[in-house]
């Protein structure tokens, strides 16, 4: 599993490697590509934000820019073999905490054939891999209480279960502990 997060402006950078997929740095010109994944109603059913307008899209993608540079970590690209952009994975810093929120959205061809499982353990093996100062090391994440295909992909990949979310009653906190 080849890393690296340090990329220079123009120029794409692999994260993270997986069997079928490649987790990348993203570029400015990625816009039109990620418009068209968070515009699919589908894909954005269990995303808190829903589907996305061009210009909020615009800012998500200006913060995973930011984000990718400092602190060096974000929800950065997925692509497949070929170069195509699936989807998003990695993480953020939620709310009122000192975790890392694992998150991931993938394109509908690519559901129920275990590509966000691949995914989650990838990405876990990156957060343990990376330790931070003032990040704690047992990873959280937010899924909605309907999603029970990523509650399923949460419990393989040893997430348990906190309980509802304090903030938005829709989410469960999963949590998985090193």
Known sequence: MPETTANTPGERTTVLTTPRLRVTTWLPGDLGALRVLHADPRVMAHMASGVETPERTRARLDTFLREQQTPGWTKWRVEDAHGALVG???????HRTAHRELGFLLAPALWGAG????LARALVDWHEAHPEPGIEPALRAYVFRDNLASRKVLERTGFRLLGPDGDDTRQLVYERRQ
């Open 88 to 94: 998003r994975a990695g993480f953020r810093r939620p």
């Open 115 to 118: 590509h966000a499982t691949e």
